[in-house]
């Protein structure tokens, strides 16, 4: 069988994109899987623990991975298992990312470090379900191909509309009977 | 040859995947690769495996031997980096395979009725006819009508 190289003008174009400065991002596990994260998309980590007395449980069946709120700086963050996000079998998350720009703490394992990558290959064609909205690309760190998450895509638009509506609902639903504190 | 013999003639690689062997035309056939270490993250797309770095490109890896209906190999030896289009762009795939694979020159023939829509034609080799695989087609296509076409042709 004879090894023959690609010629230069086939070569697909799926270099990595250098960047001009380092990107530093935020390795953490889901079920024994590491992502990345750019650390400037994350505004705040917690532990669950501390989140666990101001978490609001929402009533809504339409969008499994969200099933509580928690309030953060006068805004409502939908609390999001990353696990069930990526189809990942459940796992016991001991940490909440709480990103910066989106109403999203997203339920994590753990934290691995904080790294710096220099480029993220773009994810590759062949690849063409939800994961081109999950994934920015992916990033090579040390001898590991990671791939990179795209915080817009925890959840849609339409999630968010759908999760508000319930969110509202939530709050606006009377104590049940008994429950009120006297 | 003759120019006629020429251009009726094309050249295959024929790959090992699983107990199956298939071909696939040689001109989309880039290289064949040592097993290197693949990488897998959550997807949601069917027949791929993971990705492996090859010359610094991220390179797909195809799970061959899902998209055609049989058991995964037990043993993999090399990837065959294959090229695909998509759209105007060009991009590397690997398909893992478990035995030698052997560049042949000969004439493809009509798929036979009972052939999926990705068999592109049947190629004699040797005793036997095998499969040229459209990869494209493959790899969009639904592996449980490949199994059955499989099955019928034993």
């Given amino acids: 069988m004879p090894v023959r190289e690609p010629a230069a003008r086939t070569t697909p174009k799926s270099a990595p994109r250098r960047a ?21 998309a994350v505004q705040e980590i917690r532990s669950t623990d501390s989140l666990a007395g101001s978490a609001i449980e929402i ?12 309030e953060r700086g006068h805004r409502t963050y939908f609390v999001l298992n990353a696990g069930m996000h990526f189809g990942l079998p459940v796992t016991r998350p001991t940490l909440v990312l709480i990103l910066r720009k989106l109403r999203v703490a997203v339920l994590i394992d753990r934290i691995e470090r904080m790294a710096e990558i220099y480029g993220v ?21 040390d001898d590991l191909v990671i791939p990179v998450i795209r915080p817009d895509g925890f959840l849609s638009e339409e999630e968010f509309r759908t999760l508000d509506l319930a969110a509202q609902g939530a709050t606006a639903k009377p104590p049940l009977e008994g429950t009120a504190s006297t | 040859m003759t120019q006629a013999a020429a251009t009726a003639q094309s050249s295959f690689v024929i790959l090992q995947v699983g ?39 991220v390179v797909p890896v195809y799970d061959a031997a899902s998209a055609i209906g049989i058991p995964a190999p037990s ?13 105007k762009s060009r991009e590397f795939g690997a398909i893992p395979v478990n035995g030698d694979c052997e560049l ?37 296509s639904s592996s449980p009508d490949i199994a059955e076409a499989s099955e019928v042709r034993g």
């Fill in chain 2, 104 to 140: 042949t020159v000969g004439e493809m023939r009509p798929p036979a009725a009972d052939r999926p829509s990705c068999v592109a034609g049947m190629l004699p080799f040797g005793d036997e006819l095998l499969d040229v695989f459209d990869l494209d087609a493959l790899m969009t």
């Fill in chain 2, 75 to 87: 043993v993999q030896r090399f990837f065959l980096i294959t090229r695909r289009r998509f759209g």
């Fill in chain 2, 19 to 57: 107990e199956r062997r298939l071909a696939l035309p040689a001109a989309i056939v880039a290289e064949l690769s040592p097993p290197v270490r693949m990488h897998s993250f959550p997807h949601d797309t069917p027949s791929i495996l993971g990705v492996i770095v090859r010359r610094g490109h």
């Fill in chain 1, 121 to 141: 290959h773009p994810l590759p064609l062949a690849f063409a379900g939800d994961e081109r909205r999950w994934y920015r690309g992916l990033a090579q760190i």
């Fill in chain 1, 20 to 40: 001009r400065q380092p990107e530093t991002v935020v390795l953490f596990y889901v079920a024994n899987q590491m992502f990345a994260i750019a650390a400037d």
């Fill in chain 1, 59 to 70: 009533d809504q069946i339409e969008i499994g991975k969200v099933r509580h709120t928690v």
